[in-house]
């Protein structure tokens, strides 16, 4: 799943949040404050509207307690990071993992010099 920059900002700003308590209810507001104070100025509906996309690509689960709702990661950092590495070895290496590893050797001598 290829994710765009604030779906990223939000997904790490869930999981930062949720660190220490993967129960921790943590509402839109939590997001947007949490964004806010890392730099990172949206509005609360621009937010809304990006965590509702996440949630129909299953990526977030929705959830209300009385009449407020609240989100859930479907996945934890560690297996979104293992699918982005599967679907990008799939599209751009034809599966082959060795192939993405040499990339990612080659690329990074280039971009220490």
Known sequence: MVCGKLEIDILNSLWSLTENNE??????????????????????????????????????????????????????????????VKSVTEQFFNGNYTDLIRFVEHEHEDMLV
Do not use: P, W
């Open 23 to 84: 129960d921790r209810d943590v509402s839109i507001q939590d997001i947007v404050d949490y964004l806010s104070a890392n730099g990172v100025e949206r509005a609360y509906t621009t937010i809304k509207t990006v965590m509702d996309r996440l949630t129909v690509k299953s990526v977030l689960v929705r959830y209300k307690v009385g009449k407020k709702f609240f989100y859930k990661a479907a996945m934890n950092k560690r297996e979104m990071a293992l699918e982005a």
